[in-house]
């Protein structure tokens, strides 16, 4: 054995002579004062928890119960199924009443809805024929004619505005694992469509045909196949290009080649068969409005457990971004909703976005969609950033989640398991926010969409939710 | 200015003074030795050329038309398109006539075929109603009743066995730019099939199902809805995870797609029509037989211009591996087919496999395929090898190319495109071998698949190809 004394000694004057090496983490500052005066720094990516958090930080990382409730809320989200079951209205799915519109996001009120939001609900009155004319339903909503709800707060899930009423199809899918059922409305295609707050007659043609024609194919279509297995079509998706929020062409594809024996045999006109199949196969978002209550049941499954501080819904109204966490059950914690930067159709720019809309952000409440985007390279033509951002974005959420997921792996990422979970306590701890990648809104009432981009949640949301937390805490825990 | 004597003396005084830091290249013995002995050592990929072709080479490479005679080759190649025009029968398409056969890869006779060959030969014979039993089949076979040819010889492809008779229904792709045509059989889906070598009563009740429905029917189906884009199909299939010759996934259901409104709309009953459905829907390997004549296209336009040292044509008959140059016409460049390694079905083994065989290493040729593996990372799952395997393979295949595809792009290599154009000069003067994954099949005849891996072509092909480039040279070049 060498002498411990003389080594300690050695090691004392290599630290006189030596030329020193500097680890730094936290504000950067202090790396850029060091490698000014040519010292060899190595910077951690250790930033400070959000200001003010640090006492609820203490007590919630202190509950007895987080480990193991967090752990239950992973299991459950992973071990969650989804089966398309049925295609039914939302009348008869949800008991939705006359009168009755749910939307996207936490819940609102007409006076602070913002433009494609009310273009949407203006669509919708048009829609069910409660109005004649734009005009007649704007004036009807803002005098409270009309009741309206979140989707969150029936377990439905609806893209952008997420508007639903009573006449609107639905997809029913099933969690048979948990016995969880949840619902989304039927995916319109892209541009001038009601879930981007457009409402000409175009939009309510269209929504019309779906009505009559669509929906009635669908559900026959499903009720003949049988259940049609939503979790595996996203696994494969994963593998071919998607991450299942913005890119949905494989799914979409999946989705109708699933759904073709039910559809091209069903009790139905072959034009209308035709169109239908026409219409579903050019829509590369077809597959978004199954994905999305798939997502949905996944974070039903965790919700609910006591201590768990994994957020089990994001969703936005296009004001307010509002998260929900397991073990603080059904309160909202709002901020508002951020303008997302990204890429524009056509001649439209910035100046023209509305903040962020829509309940699709459940995908990455899942571990999908935005935190999938090293899955999904070539989805950076299509919301901005580039590839090493889309595998950074991935990498990135592996920091703020509980789990990876094991059925839906990213390949280039050795098929790691997409990261899972999103814990309220990590995201304080770090500061680093949820990625989320999102169609974007035209700001004016009836314009459509506009583009689409890369956004993250207000930062507020996280520690107002840990807050809520740490009261939720009784001590002594038994 | 400094003083350059003086500079230069202190570089001397360096060299006597500093650790010296050594490049090495070839011999790896070399750098071995080196870090051995402590010296850093810098290894670069450099080899030296294929043992005696130094003469042929130097005399290549001063052929003062190959530069331009490349260039010429490699836009031709990617300028090319591949419409998928009519589905018409074998003896219409080719004026195949009664009794000749056409084959995979270069020209072959019976008693040199191997199993699987032997098999799908056995199997045609079978289909076309020529024996009654597969005895009778093979001994007339082997007495010489039968005339065989290369499918390239009629610029025609066939995956694996790639044995056409003349009642088989075959795909008619056009390139419109170059005004090329060409042809390949439809895909009987995996396993137990005749490309194979399996020709049990499942085997030629399928092949004359596809003869009597499924070929009028999409005879019918592309009629009616017009040319389907191929070429864009390949590109966008390269964005969703498939590289085209393993893996065609989303290839399929995008051919799928396309193809759909003109089935549904075919003159036959729904529940034929809904088989045809399901049988193309099932078929993950469905775009395989578009995707291999895209590409012959491709080679095709690339074929015979004086001086090139282009590849236009890599093909295996289960016995040789041929090659065939642009600048060379017609005369293959053949070796021994190699056994490919790989991953197995079931309880098949390395000791089940065929050497390689197929015409389906046109993809290769022409950019895609194991060329494109870094687009596919999960193709890793199908034919062995692991991620980094699948990036590193397309990224060799850059030093032995003579383009990058501008339509064809690989996202995670940020969208660059992919390797095109094999040069015989490179692949000589390197070493490195093109990179071919492929479907096995089972030795014994009338086995069918075994499994899927990664082969390359024998190396001897190529020098001998550059020889002949050599010879063509008539100096002095005009």
């Known amino acids: 054995m060498s002498d411990p004394l003389r080594s300690a000694a050695a090691d004392l004057h290599g630290l006189?002579?030596?030329?020193?090496?500097?680890?730094?983490?936290?504000?950067?500052?202090?790396?850029?004062?060091?490698?000014?005066q040519a010292v060899a720094v190595t910077e951690t990516d250790w930033q400070p928890p959000m200001d003010g958090t640090e006492d609820d930080?203490?007590?919630?990382?202190?509950?007895?119960?987080?480990?193991?409730?967090?752990?239950?809320?992973a299991q459950r989200m992973t071990a969650s199924t989804a089966a398309l079951v049925d295609v039914v209205q939302a009348r008869d799915?949800?008991?939705?009443?006359?009168?009755?519109?749910?939307?996207?996001?936490?819940?609102?009120?007409?006076?602070?809805a913002s433009g494609p939001m009310q273009g949407a609900l203006i669509g919708a009155v048009l829609f069910e024929g409660l109005a004649d004319t734009a005009?007649?339903?704007?004036?009807?909503?803002?005098?409270?004619?009309?009741e309206f709800e979140p989707c969150h707060h029936r377990d439905a899930v609806g893209p952008m505005a997420?508007?639903?009423?009573?006449?609107?199809?639905?997809?029913?899918?099933?969690?048979?694992?948990?016995?969880?059922?949840?619902?989304?409305s039927l995916n319109e295609g892209l541009g001038k469509v009601l879930r981007y707050g457009a409402y000409n007659d175009e939009v309510i043609d269209r929504l019309h045909w779906m009505t009559r024609i669509l929906g009635p194919l669908l559900q026959q279509a499903v009720r003949s196949i049988g259940p049609v297995d939503i979790t595996a079509i996203i696994a494969q998706m994963l593998q071919m290009g998607d991450e299942g929020h913005n890119r949905n062409r494989a799914g979409s594809l999946m989705?109708?080649?699933?759904?073709?024996?039910?559809?091209?045999?069903?009790?139905?006109?072959?034009?209308?068969?035709?169109?239908?199949?026409r219409f579903s196969g050019a829509n590369e978002h077809f597959f978004l409005n199954l994905g999305m209550p798939a997502c949905k049941l996944a974070t039903l499954a965790a919700h609910g457990i006591p201590g768990s501080s994994i957020v089990t819904t994001m969703a936005r109204n296009g004001t307010d971004f509002g998260i929900r966490v397991s073990g603080t059950g059904d309160q909202w914690f709002i901020g508002p909703?951020?303008?997302?930067?990204?890429?524009?159709?056509?001649?439209?720019?910035?100046?023209?976005?509305?903040?962020?809309?829509?309940?699709?952000?459940?995908?990455?409440?899942?571990?999908?969609?935005?935190f999938a985007m090293a899955a999904a390279p070539a989805i950076v033509k299509f919301v901005g950033g580039d590839v090493p951002f889309a595998l950074e974005a991935t990498q990135l959420m592996y920091e703020i989640t509980e789990t990876e997921h094991p059925m839906f792996q990213v390949p280039i990422l050795e098929f790691r398991g997409t990261p899972t979970g999103i814990d309220v306590t990590k995201v304080v701890r770090t500061g680093i926010l949820p990625q989320i990648n999102t169609g974007m809104a035209g700001a004016v009432a009836g314009t459509g969409q506009v583009g689409a981009?890369?956004?993250?949640?207000?930062?507020?949301?996280?520690?107002?939710?840990?807050?809520?937390?740490?009261?939720?805490?009784?001590w002594p825990i038994s």
């Open 453 to 474: 981009g890369l956004v993250t949640p207000p930062a507020e949301c996280f520690p107002a939710a840990l807050a809520a937390l740490r009261r939720a805490i009784s």
């Open 57 to 73: 930080l203490a007590a919630v990382l202190a509950d007895r119960r987080r480990v193991a409730a967090n752990a239950l809320a």
């Open 93 to 112: 799915a949800l008991g939705l009443e006359a009168g009755t519109f749910l939307h996207a996001g936490p819940p609102l009120e007409w006076e602070r």
């Open 162 to 184: 997420g508007v639903v009423s009573p006449s609107m199809w639905l997809y029913e899918l099933r969690d048979e694992v948990h016995g969880n059922t949840s619902w989304s």
């Open 255 to 277: 989705l109708l080649r699933e759904l073709l024996p039910g559809l091209i045999q069903a009790d139905g006109s072959s034009s209308d068969i035709a169109d239908a199949v």
């Open 16 to 36: 006189l002579t030596n030329d020193p090496v500097v680890a730094t983490s936290g504000v950067g500052l202090f790396a850029d004062a060091l490698r000014d």
């Open 135 to 146: 005009g007649e339903a704007e004036r009807q909503l803002a005098s409270g004619a009309y």
């Open 337 to 370: 909703a951020q303008t997302p930067q990204g890429l524009f159709l056509g001649d439209y720019g910035p100046e023209d976005a509305n903040p962020d809309i829509g309940d699709s952000a459940i995908t990455e409440t899942a571990g999908i969609g935005g």
